[in-house]
């Protein structure tokens, strides 16, 4: 088995809007869906990093806009 630097890792979204990793060589979990972004698992974190800006789940979201309007 490969060590945790060379493990390949994919980042997943769900319909929540919300992040996380998984080995790219496992079936994706019920759930989530392919982000679009496979690398180590530190270049995951830091894509994650950049593209999870705001952390409040999607229904979140939409309820406190539509609260606002």
Do not use: F, I, K
């Not at 979201?61 to 539509?66: H, K, Q």
Request: with cysteine.
């Amino acid at each position: 088995m490969a060590d945790a630097t060379t493990l390949a890792w994919t980042v997943l979204v769900n319909s929540e809007q919300q992040y996380g990793l998984h080995p790219a060589d496992l079936p994706l979990p019920a759930g989530w869906r392919d982000a679009g972004y496979t690398g180590t698992e530190e270049e995951c974190m830091r894509h994650v990093d950049s593209a999870w800006t705001d952390m409040r789940p999607l229904s979140l979201r939409e309820a406190l806009d539509s609260s606002v309007a």
